[in-house]
């Protein structure tokens, strides 16, 4: 079945540790995203990639880096330099940037300890 | 800016009766929009999408929208709530290539 692979699921990290968060898609999708998710807000996005070795910041890269060296694989690094890292983090593909139509994993959680 | 307002953090409903989540936009440009759905610890999902054909979009599992651009809005309905309906729901605004999401409506559905 073609989908979008998030792991680890549930992730805790001490203070001034990166962490990596995994993404795999093998619907063929140029695009893909990633979003942070906290309670009582909507989705905003960290970083998105519309095809293999480009990627741009969303609007809260800050504490954030991502990679592009496969079409099937975008992971993130949660990085030290994130004050507020504790939330939930969903990946995202889609065939275009331009339809708004996104397919998501089943997301990961990260908790700073 | 483009923006969206969903107007009800909460919506509690008995099983069996409608179900009306609101939303409005704001877009200098002709908007497409978009209801998402996500249910407990879980991605979200699309429900359906408006991408100015149609103003009455029919979706999966029975919910429907319809836009209206003279009040600005997308709500969302459904004429019979299932306890299986509920979920989070997230208004959606796309401008060119930028997805600008709601704050969530959370549904509730009773017995």
């Known amino acids: 079945d073609g989908g979008i692979t998030q792991s680890p699921k549930y992730l805790f990290r001490k203070e001034g540790q990166n962490v990596t968060l995994s993404c795999e898609q093998n619907l063929n999708h140029d695009a893909m995203y990633w979003y942070r998710q906290d309670p009582g807000q909507g989705l905003r996005l960290i970083y998105y990639s519309q095809i293999v070795n480009d990627f741009q910041k969303g609007d809260i890269a800050e504490g954030y880096s991502v990679s592009r060296e496969k079409k099937e694989s975008f992971p993130l690094t949660v990085t030290s330099a994130q004050k507020n890292p504790t939330a939930f983090y969903l990946c995202?593909?889609?065939?275009?940037?331009?339809?708004?139509?996104?397919?998501f994993g089943e997301g990961s959680r990260l908790t700073v300890l | 800016a483009q923006s969206v307002t969903q107007l009800d953090s909460h919506v509690s409903v008995s099983e069996g009766t409608p179900v009306l989540l609101r939303c409005n936009y704001s877009?200098?440009?002709?908007?497409?929009l978009f209801w998402y759905v996500q249910h407990p610890n879980k991605g979200l999902q699309l429900l359906l999408k408006?991408?100015?054909?149609?103003?009455l979009v029919k979706g999966i599992n029975g919910f429907e929208a319809e836009f209206k651009k003279s009040e600005t809005s997308f709500h969302l309905t459904k004429p019979s709530a299932h306890m299986s309906d509920a979920a989070e729901y997230f208004c959606v605004v796309s401008v060119r290539t930028k997805l600008v999401f709601g704050t969530g409506t959370r549904l509730l559905v009773s017995p």
């Open positions: 995202a593909s889609s065939s275009s940037p331009n339809t708004g139509e996104l397919f």
């Open positions: 877009s200098s440009y002709s908007p497409s």
């Open positions: 408006y991408t100015s054909a149609a103003t």
